[in-house]
């Protein structure tokens, strides 16, 4: 019998190219989906977006650490370094930054992060980033912007929950995850 000149010039099916790797393709760039928490928010007064990182979610749930957020946030009404944070919160009013990080002010987040790390929290200078125990577990509060990438003008304010990850390298650099 003849065999067809189409079907011996097709390309192979895209079943038969994936069904011989072996292997998972990995991409290069670590992609964190992060989990919108607006809804459960709104309902305890926030007026902005809060996402939170889904390595948070897997050690407490979100509606328990917005709850005590708001609480804090409420308990420290007095506290004109926490009022970033409140104004973000619970007026829905974004982020204005009238100057950019100091000099040597990297080197006093990896402090914050690393007391953070040990379950001594605070809050940053600039009044920006939280870390907040919530039954055992730090939390890191990061007004405006994703952790660790440039800001990024949002037209809704924003504020991100992580927890504390030792990162293993040479510098045993510590951010949020």
Not at 66 to 95: S, V, W, Y
Not at 99 to 104: F, L
Not at 149 to 165: H, K, S, Y
């Amino acid at each position: 019998s003849e065999s067809s000149p189409a079907s011996e010039s097709s390309p192979p099916s895209l079943s038969s190219l994936l069904g011989e790797i072996t292997e998972p393709v990995r991409s290069p760039i670590s992609v964190v989906e992060l989990v919108d928490a607006t809804p459960d928010a709104a309902k305890l007064g926030f007026k902005c977006e809060v996402l939170v990182s889904p390595e948070l979610i897997t050690r407490i749930a979100p509606a328990r650490v917005l709850e005590a957020l708001r609480d804090a946030l409420l308990a420290t009404e007095r506290d004109t370094q926490m009022e970033l944070l409140r104004t973000i919160a619970f007026r829905g009013e974004r982020l204005v930054r009238e100057r950019k990080r100091r000099p040597g002010s990297w080197e006093e987040l990896r402090r914050f992060y690393a007391r953070a790390a040990t379950g001594i929290g605070g809050i940053t200078e600039p009044g920006d980033i939280l870390a907040i125990s919530v039954d055992g577990v730090m939390v890191i509060v990061q007004a405006g912007h994703v952790p660790h990438m440039p800001p990024i003008p949002r037209t809704q304010p924003r504020l991100f929950l992580t927890g504390v990850v030792t990162l293993q390298n040479e510098d045993a650099l510590l951010m949020p995850l």
